[in-house]
């Protein structure tokens, strides 16, 4: 379709890894991975850096659980984790609200510990 309207050239594409949902309570939104630019500025302008800064701590501990995940749970295994996956072991214990209420001001995107 696009090539049939002749607009291939105009279009950019953002390649898409994982896509997050965001549930507010007046509203809900769905984030991909990429673009950054546009995730900073889609919904919540002034908090642009500290949602870039959340997303690169998510992509952190994803890295580090993934590499985590195929270690066993000898001591050495567990040590190589302490040292190799210091994000993830300091934010392991913490819930959702409290992790993303770290990045962000604005009462609308904190969320409560209910």
């Known amino acids: ?14 390649p898409l890894e994982q896509g997050y949902r965001v549930h ?3 509203f809900n939104y769905y ?13 919540f302008p002034h908090e642009g850096n500290g949602i870039k800064v959340f997303f690169d701590k998510l ?12 270690l066993g ?8 984790i302490l040292f190799k996956c210091p994000t993830l072991v300091q934010n392991m214990g913490k819930g959702n609200a409290p992790f993303g209420n770290d990045y962000v001001s604005d009462l609308k995107i904190k ?3 209910k």
Do not use: C, W
């Open 1 to 14: 379709m696009i090539k049939q309207l002749g607009i291939e050239k105009e279009i950019e594409f953002l």
């Open 31 to 43: 984030l991909y991975s990429g673009g950054e630019d546009v995730r900073q500025r889609l919904i």
């Open 111 to 113: 969320r409560s510990d």
């Open 24 to 26: 507010l309570p007046d």
């Open 73 to 80: 749970t000898n001591p050495m295994d567990i040590a190589r």
């Open 59 to 70: 992509v952190k501990i994803y890295q580090q659980a993934d590499y985590a995940t195929f």
